[in-house]
């Protein structure tokens, strides 16, 4: 079974709708990441949180909101979506171990906005 | 702001050897990561460097020169199957990754 488990793995959309999608971890990490992939541009970061309470915007926040539910629970919303919000979605997950923390990614969520 | 820069693809032979760069430019330093990442798929971990010198792992080395803003992934006796991108991605503090924007790596027989 997979680590960083992410729902739905493809969403088509039509401009204005609200979407949400949904990231898991058993892992046991605090710290939960959402970037988003597009050609040419590599993964930018959206938002990430530290633990439950901690809420932080990334490069490219605008547009988006994230919701902390649990330690393993962490989901991204579109309030209302736009065509160039189209991209490849990644949730991630680290653990401090010193220095050598590291990400683990979901499979991602390709969405399209039409 | 964060800049980190790496060939957009290389082309390299089935058994040979091939050097990714990445050079960067960011705020602060802890720690340079290079992920492995197939079409379609998730990035994966291949290796991290937060001193200079070279970290060797398998086919896989990594090398940093902090005071030149410089990294290079080296993969050895190359496979069809390492066809994909790489991703360099500094940690310019213990919050955030900031990636490169990806080299995709052709191998052919």
């Known amino acids: 079974d997979a680590d960083v488990t992410q729902t739905p793995r493809n969403r088509i959309t039509k401009t204005g709708k609200r979407i949400m999608l949904e990231c898991s971890q058993t892992k046991g990490h605090d710290r939960m990441y959402w970037y988003r992939q597009d050609p040419g541009l590599g993964l930018r970061l959206i938002y990430y949180s530290f633990d439950v309470k901690d809420i932080n915007k990334g490069e490219i926040s605008d547009g988006y909101s994230v919701s902390r539910q649990a330690q393993a629970k962490f989901s991204l919303s579109l309030e209302s979506a736009i065509p160039n919000q189209t991209a490849l979605y990644f949730c991630?997950?680290?653990?401090?171990?010193?220095?050598?923390?590291?990400?683990?990614f979901g499979s991602g969520t390709q969405l399209s906005v039409l | 702001g964060q800049n980190i820069d790496q060939p957009t693809e290389m082309t390299a032979t089935e058994g040979a050897i091939v050097q990714i760069n990445c050079t960067y430019q960011t705020s602060g330093f802890n720690g340079l990561f290079w992920y492995q990442q197939h079409a379609g798929e998730a990035p994966t971990f291949l290796s991290y460097n937060v001193l200079d010198g070279l970290e060797e792992k398998g086919r896989f080395s990594s090398f940093l020169s902090r005071s030149k803003g410089y990294s290079y992934l080296l993969l050895k006796e190359l496979q069809m199957k390492d066809s994909a991108s790489y991703l360099c991605a500094v940690r310019p503090n213990f919050n955030k990754f900031y990636f490169g924007s990806g080299t995709k790596l052709n191998v052919k027989p």
């Open positions: 991630a997950t680290s653990d401090r171990q010193g220095g050598r923390e590291k990400l683990f």
